[in-house]
Structures are given as structure tokens and as C-alpha cells.
């Protein structure tokens, strides 16, 4: 019985070790790229648009831009990109947004505006 326990110990902790040696594998988030030339002009000109919406010019887009404008966002949930101040519509818009903004703010749909 003493042999069957040790056995028992010995291979337990010989997985317990193993596990803490590779460990569960965390895949790191992909890295943005950066934008090209052509897709930093798009975005300048949809953060002027989303901008814009509100009917004032003032640097502070107050519409969540993940739901493409239509909810109305909160300064609880703010990110800053290219000097602009947006405000998202709840902490997964912005934690969203923050993954990748350039991204975001090019998936804009502009073409009403």
C-alpha cells in the first residue's frame, strides 16, 4: 500500500512539474501593424467626420465609434488617438478599440456622412 501512495506521489508531482514547466501556452495579442500612408489619410479624415458628428469641431468624438456612431458615449470610457479624445460607449468598445484604433477607426463607415 506504502508503494502504491509513493507512486501515486511521485507521478503526481512529476505532472505538477511538467505543467509548471511548459505552463499553459498564452498567446500574445497580434501586433497592430501600422497603417500605410493611404490608410493614415483615411484615418485622419474619418476622426475629422467622427468628429464632426456631434456638430462641433472640438477634437472629442462623443459618439461610441465602435458602434458606428450611433450610441452615445462616456468620458468613463475614453481612449485618445492622434490627439482626438473618443469617447466609447462601454469598457469592451474601448477595450476594443485600444486592441487595435487604427483599425477601428478605418472599419468607419463614413459613406452617409
Do not use: W
Not at 485622419?44 to 469641431?57: F, S
Not at 485618445?80 to 473618443?86: D, F, P
Request: charge should be negative.
Amino acid at each position: 500500500m506504502k508503494h502504491r501512495h509513493a507512486f501515486a506521489t511521485i507521478a503526481v508531482s512529476i505532472f505538477a512539474l511538467a505543467l509548471g514547466i511548459t505552463g499553459c501556452k498564452k498567446e500574445e495579442p497580434a501586433e497592430a501593424k501600422a497603417p500605410t500612408p493611404e490608410e493614415t489619410a483615411k484615418i485622419t479624415a474619418n476622426l475629422a467626420l467622427a468628429d464632426l458628428h456631434d456638430g462641433t469641431t472640438d477634437r472629442v468624438v462623443s459618439e461610441c465609434l465602435m458602434c458606428g456612431l450611433r450610441m452615445k458615449g462616456s468620458a468613463e470610457h475614453t481612449s485618445k488617438y492622434q490627439g482626438v479624445e473618443l469617447h466609447m460607449c462601454s469598457a469592451g468598445c474601448k477595450k476594443h478599440f485600444d486592441a487595435d484604433p487604427a483599425t477601428a477607426i478605418l472599419a468607419l463607415d463614413t459613406s452617409s456622412e
